[in-house]
C-alpha cells in the first residue's frame, strides 16, 4: 500500500500489484521505484515547488460553475487577479472558456479576446499567470503575453498542436486527466478502479510530453476531480493521492468548490464549499501535493500557513 512516512512516500512492488489487481502488470511494475522518492517539501535542490503553492482562480468568463459572469470584464478580472495575488495566491490561473460538467466550447477569438489582456496586464505587474486552455492558439497567444504556466484540462490532448506549443516553450505544463469532452464527460463515467486508471492514463500523458521534449521537471499532473468523475470516483483518488506522487512531477489538487461536496450534500450550492474546500486541501497537503487549485485565497491561506506551523516548516 502507498504511505506517506515521515515525508517520504513509500510503496512495496508486491503491495502494489496486490492492491491493484487487473491493473496493466508492466504500468505498475514500472512505476513502482519512483513512488518512494521524498516529496518535494522536503527536498533540498530548490525548485518553484519545493514548498506547496496557491494557484488562485481567475475565470473570465460567463458561465463558470461558481464564479460565472463575476469577472468577465477584464478590467474586473485584473483587479481580481491582483486582489488574488495581494491574498498570497502563488500563480493565477486565468481561463476564458468554462470545462464545467454541460459547458459548451467557444471559439479561439472569443477565447483570447477574453483572456490575452488579462493575462498580459497581470504578467507586466510581476505576477505568475497560468493559462487554463485546451487550445494552442490561445497558449500560444498567452505565453507571448507572459504566461509561464500552460493549465489544459485535456492533458494536452484536445488540440493536436498543444503538445508542440508546449514543447517549444519554457512554460511548466499541468496535464490534468480528463475523459471525453466536458459537455458530456459526466453523463456515465466508469472505472473499475479510478485512482489506478487515472494514474495510468496520467503516466502514457507524462511519457508522451517527454517524447515530443517536454522535460519531466516542466510537467505537473492533477488526476482532474469532478472531471467524467462522480462522487464515488472522486473520494477513490482524493483517499489515494500519494499514489500520484509515484509519476515523479508536483502533484496540483482542484477541489475548490466543486461538485464532490454537492454530492455529499446537496444542500452545499458551490459558493458555500469553503469548509469543504478546506477539508480537502489539508487531506491533500498531508499527503504531498504541491499546488492547490482554489478560489477563497484568503482562506487557503490561513490554512496552508497554520498547516505550516504546526508540521513545522518555517515561512508561509
Request: aromatic letters at 6%.
Amino acid at each position: 500500500m502507498v504511505r506517506l512516512l515521515g515525508g517520504r512516500l513509500a510503496c512495496e512492488r508486491a503491495e502494489v500489484i496486490e492492491w491493484a489487481p487487473g491493473t496493466p502488470r508492466h504500468t505498475m511494475w514500472h512505476d513502482a521505484d519512483a513512488i518512494d522518492w521524498p516529496h518535494s517539501f522536503v527536498r533540498a535542490r530548490a525548485t518553484p515547488f519545493d514548498r506547496p503553492r496557491l494557484l488562485g482562480v481567475l475565470n473570465v468568463t460567463p458561465d463558470s460553475f461558481s464564479d460565472g459572469g463575476a469577472h468577465a470584464d477584464p478590467k474586473d478580472a485584473v483587479a481580481h487577479g491582483l486582489s488574488l495575488a495581494r491574498e498570497g495566491a502563488d500563480i493565477v490561473d486565468v481561463g476564458g472558456e468554462s470545462t464545467r460538467p454541460g459547458a459548451v466550447t467557444v471559439s479561439d477569438d472569443e477565447e483570447l479576446h477574453r483572456v490575452v489582456q488579462v493575462v498580459e496586464a497581470l504578467a507586466q505587474r510581476g505576477i505568475t499567470v497560468s493559462i487554463d486552455t485546451r487550445k494552442a492558439t490561445v497558449m500560444e497567444a498567452a505565453l507571448a503575453a507572459g504566461a509561464q504556466i500552460i493549465n489544459d484540462v485535456s492533458g494536452l490532448t484536445h488540440d493536436p498542436r498543444s503538445i508542440e506549443v508546449a514543447a517549444r516553450s519554457s512554460a511548466f505544463v499541468v496535464l490534468m486527466h480528463m475523459a471525453g469532452e466536458p459537455a458530456t464527460m459526466n453523463d456515465a463515467p466508469r472505472y473499475e478502479q479510478c485512482a489506478l486508471e487515472v494514474f495510468d492514463w496520467l503516466v502514457t500523458r507524462v511519457a508522451a510530453c517527454e517524447a515530443a521534449g517536454i522535460n519531466r521537471e516542466r510537467i505537473l499532473v492533477d488526476p482532474g476531480l469532478c472531471f467524467a468523475k462522480h462522487e464515488s470516483h472522486n473520494l477513490d483518488v482524493l483517499r489515494h493521492l500519494t499514489l500520484y506522487h509515484g509519476l515523479g512531477c508536483p502533484v496540483l489538487l482542484g477541489a475548490s468548490r466543486k461538485g464532490w461536496t454537492a454530492r455529499l450534500d446537496l444542500e452545499w450550492p458551490a459558493r458555500e464549499r469553503l469548509p469543504a474546500s478546506l477539508a480537502a486541501a489539508q487531506w491533500a497537503l498531508d499527503r504531498g501535493v504541491q499546488v492547490l487549485r482554489v478560489h477563497d485565497v484568503a482562506a487557503h491561506r490561513q490554512l496552508l500557513v497554520a498547516w505550516r506551523a504546526l508540521n513545522g516548516l518555517e515561512g508561509a
